[in-house]
């Protein structure tokens, strides 16, 4: 069965610091890998988007990155801020890409 | 503007009541989703569609229902049969671009309430 497994499940940093949130997936076939960003109350936003021959991509202070041969991803956030407290969700699309697989998220707190 | 309504945003149904939740997209995209959330839980697909007049069960279709008559539109009803129905529910759209890029975009979401 495909599986997207996160970690860690809830994360507490403090602003200014530095922090990776980490996906691995069974999917299979692969098509791409997304990580959205979810507010409170509010639908999912798109961070990144990485197909099978990205290994890295950037969207500000946020970095992704993709290892497609051990089937693991990476969220690292560069000087966190209040704002970044969010839910983190990992998707991994298969196929032909409409059938997406969900993480449950990481729950990240950044405090003063 | 260019993207996916979702209506409303606060929903309070009684007891064995039917209940439907709105969904339209202005982005073209073919195929649609609904999710539903629930605290400390990853979303869970109830039904997607990836053409008019056609869908499919997700992994907890049982006491919802869908309908796909127009491409910009997906509803959701939420029968009396669904035995837990307090949630945040959340659509999306996605198509399918070149190499392999589904770019995929959600709803504000619904909370509906059973009181």
């Known amino acids: 069965k495909n599986q997207v497994e996160q970690s860690p499940q809830s994360l507490i940093i403090l602003e200014g610091k530095n922090c990776t949130l980490q996906?691995?997936?069974?999917?299979?076939?692969?098509?791409?890998l997304r990580w959205y960003k979810q507010d409170t109350g509010r639908g999912p936003v798109s961070l990144t988007i990485?197909?099978?021959?990205?290994n890295t991509k950037s969207n500000g202070r946020y970095t992704a990155t993709l290892d497609a041969d051990t089937k693991q991803s990476s969220l690292h956030i560069t000087a966190s801020q209040l704002s970044d407290s969010a839910s983190y969700i990992c998707?991994?699309?298969?196929?032909?890409?409409?059938?997406?697989?969900f993480g449950k998220g990481t729950s990240l707190l950044v405090t003063p | 503007d260019g993207g996916i309504t979702q209506s409303p945003k606060y929903l309070f149904r009684k007891e064995g009541q039917n209940v439907t939740l709105s969904c339209e997209q202005n982005?073209?995209?073919?195929?649609m989703y609904w999710y539903r959330q629930d605290p400390g839980q990853g979303l869970r697909l109830i039904y997607y569609?990836?053409?008019?007049?056609?869908?499919q069960k997700g992994d907890i279709a049982e006491g919802y229902s869908v309908s796909r008559e127009k491409k910009e539109s997906f509803p959701l009803t939420v029968t009396s049969a669904q035995k837990n129905p307090t949630a945040f529910y959340l659509c999306?759209?996605?198509?399918?671009?070149?190499?392999?890029?589904?770019?995929?975009?959600f709803g504000q979401g619904t909370r509906l309430t059973v009181v």
């Open positions: 999306a759209s996605s198509i399918t671009g070149t190499g392999g890029r589904t770019e995929a975009f």
């Open positions: 996906c691995n997936y069974t999917v299979s076939p692969f098509s791409n």
């Open positions: 990485m197909t099978f021959s990205e």
């Open positions: 998707v991994v699309s298969e196929g032909s890409g409409y059938a997406l697989n």
């Open positions: 982005l073209n995209h073919d195929a």
């Open positions: 569609s990836q053409i008019v007049n056609d869908f």
